[in-house]
T-cell receptor, first 113, second 114 residues
Framework: DAGVIQSPRHEVTEMGQEVTLRCKPI?????LFWYRQTMMRGLELLIY????????DSGMPEDRFSAKMPNASFSTLKIQPSEPRDSAVYFC???????????FGSGTRLTVV | AQSVTQLDSQVPVFEEAPVELRCNYS??????LFWYVQYPNQGLQLLLK??????LVKGINGFEAEFNKSQTSFHLRKPSVHISDTAEYFC????????????FGKGTKLTVNP
């Protein structure tokens, strides 16, 4: 398996633009997690899915953020409109369930100017 | 709910020296415990995990960790570090029988100097 695949690796966008981050989890993993990492706040869980259904989105910072998982092999995290404070590294991770630990993607480094 | 505290934000050591990275957790239920490593510009990679049984857990790259229930600790150790071990290390906890969410500590930056 190629692991968790995220795209793009880097994204630079202007304030106000829409940004879409993409994730392909490991086949057979029923759980998918979106995290944000910054120097100030560390790793923050934004949202997670089980069998494509959002379970907990309490970490989504505001309505500008949305996430979808239309099928077991694809998820998106969208920011509209983007702001400079959204600049961070966004990680996707997947898991087959409790005890398994997570497999992380390489992340998307987002810079909003 | 769980919380994880990594007591040291930065740990500098010399090559071939032993190292211990400290992690304490708080939880109202039993937990599964994990250590992850993050190399620069990469995602987090699982080092080792404690689920049950023997309290000494061995992981990749020569690391090991010991679960101490009375101290609510899960410290990570390596007897002799290499330059290539320079990375950030994260401790994480997951409550048994409840949420599938991992709660991460804030990380410890290990720097191995020649």
């Amino acid at each position: 398996d190629a692991g968790v695949i995220q795209s793009p690796r880097h994204e630079v966008t202007e304030m106000g633009q829409e940004v879409t981050l993409r994730c392909k989890p490991i086949s057979g993993h029923d759980y998918l997690f979106w995290y944000r990492q910054t120097m100030m706040r560390g790793l923050e869980l934004l949202i997670y899915f089980n069998n494509n259904v959002p379970i907990d989105d309490s970490g989504m910072p505001e309505d500008r953020f949305s996430a979808k998982m239309p099928n077991a092999s694809f998820s998106t995290l969208k920011i509209q409109p983007s702001e400079p404070r959204d600049s961070a590294v966004y990680f996707c991770a997947s898991s087959f369930g409790p005890q398994g630990g997570y497999t992380f993607g390489s992340g998307t480094r987002l810079t909003v100017v | 709910a769980q919380s994880v505290t990594q007591l040291d934000s930065q740990v500098p050591v010399f090559e071939e020296a032993p190292v211990e990275l400290r992690c304490n957790y708080s939880s109202s239920v039993s937990v599964y415990l994990f250590w992850y490593v993050q190399y620069p510009n990469q995602g987090l990679q699982l080092l080792l995990k404690y689920l049950s049984g023997s309290t000494l857990v061995k992981g990749i790259n020569g690391f090991e960790a010991e679960f101490n229930k009375s101290q609510t600790s899960f410290h990570l150790r390596k007897p002799s570090v290499h330059i290539s071990d320079t990375a950030e290390y994260f401790c994480a906890a997951e409550g048994q029988g409840g949420s599938e969410k991992l709660v991460f500590g804030k990380g410890t930056k290990l720097t191995v100097n020649p």
